[in-house]
C-alpha cells in the first residue's frame, strides 16, 4: 500500500509516519528529512537548499523529485508513505508517472486536518522540547518562517486536496486529537 500523508507543517505527518514505519512495514519517504540530511552533510544541494528551507520557502520541484525518484527503485516493503512530498501539483503529477514506471499506484491520501493556532503551538512547543534537552532547533522552527511555511502551504499544496479528491484518493482525518486517536482513525481509513 502506498500513501500519502497530507497537511501543513506541524499537523503531525513524520509522528503518523513513523507510527506506520513499525506498525506496517512501511517505507517513509521524507523529502524535508532528506534535504536536511543533504545540508548536515555539505554536499552542494544541501548547500543550495539551505537558506531557502530556512526562510520557509519550497525548494524547487526538481530537486525533490529527483530524490523521490531515486528512493522509488529501492525496496518497498510495506509500501511507501510519502511525507512532505507532494508539496506542488508539478511535484504530483511527477509522482503518479513515476509509480506507475515502477508498476506502482497510490491507495490513498491522507489530509490531517489542524487549525493554524494549533500547528503554531505544536511547531513551537518542539522548538522549546529541543532546546530543552540539548537537541539541535530546526533551523524553520521560529515564527517567521512558520508563517511562511503556512503561507507556501495555502498556496501551492493545498490545491493538492482537490487534485486528490477529484481522483477519488482523498481521505480527511482530524488530527487534533492525541496521538493514539489520530493512529486510530489513520487505521480505520488504511483498513476501511
Ligand atoms: P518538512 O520537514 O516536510 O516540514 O520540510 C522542511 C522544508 O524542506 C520545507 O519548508 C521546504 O523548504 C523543504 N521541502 C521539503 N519537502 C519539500 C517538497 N516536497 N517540495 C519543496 N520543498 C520541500
Known amino acids: 500500500m502506498n500513501i500519502i500523508l497530507l497537511g501543513p507543517p506541524g499537523a ?25 540530511e543533504a ?27 529527483g530524490l523521490i525518484r531515486e528512493k522509488l527503485r529501492g525496496e518497498t516493503r510495506g ?6 512530498f507532494p508539496r506542488t501539483l508539478a511535484q504530483a503529477d511527477a509522482l503518479g508517472d513515476l509509480l506507475t514506471e515502477q ?28 532546546r530543552a534537552a540539548g537537541l539541535p532547533v530546526r533551523a524553520d522552527d521560529n515564527a517567521e518562517s512558520v508563517k511562511q511555511r503556512l503561507m507556501e502551504y495555502y498556496k501551492k499544496t493545498s490545491p493538492l ?25 489513520i487505521s480505520t481509513v488504511l483498513d476501511g
Open 12 to 36: 503531525g505527518k513524520g509522528t503518523q509516519a513513523s507510527y506506520l514505519v513499525e506498525s506496517r512495514d512501511m517505507i517513509q519517504l521524507s523529502t524535508g528529512d532528506m534535504l536536511r
Open 39 to 65: 545540508k548536515a552533510s555539505g554536499t552542494e544541494m544541501g548547500k543550495m537548499v539551505a537558506d531557502v528551507m530556512a526562510r520557509g520557502d519550497l525548494v524547487t520541484d526538481e530537486i525533490v523529485i
Open 79 to 84: 509500501g511507501f508513505i510519502f511525507d512532505g
Open 103 to 130: 508498476g506502482e499506484d497510490l491507495d490513498a491520501v491522507i489530509e490531517l486536518r489542524v487549525d493554524d493556532e494549533t500547528l503554531v503551538k505544536r511547531i513551537v512547543n518542539r522548538a522549546e522540547e529541543a
Open 161 to 185: 486536496i482537490g487534485y486528490y479528491h477529484a481522483k477519488g484518493l482523498l481521505k480527511v482525518v482530524d488530527g487534533l486529537g492525541e496521538i493514539g486517536e489520530v493512529q486510530a482513525a
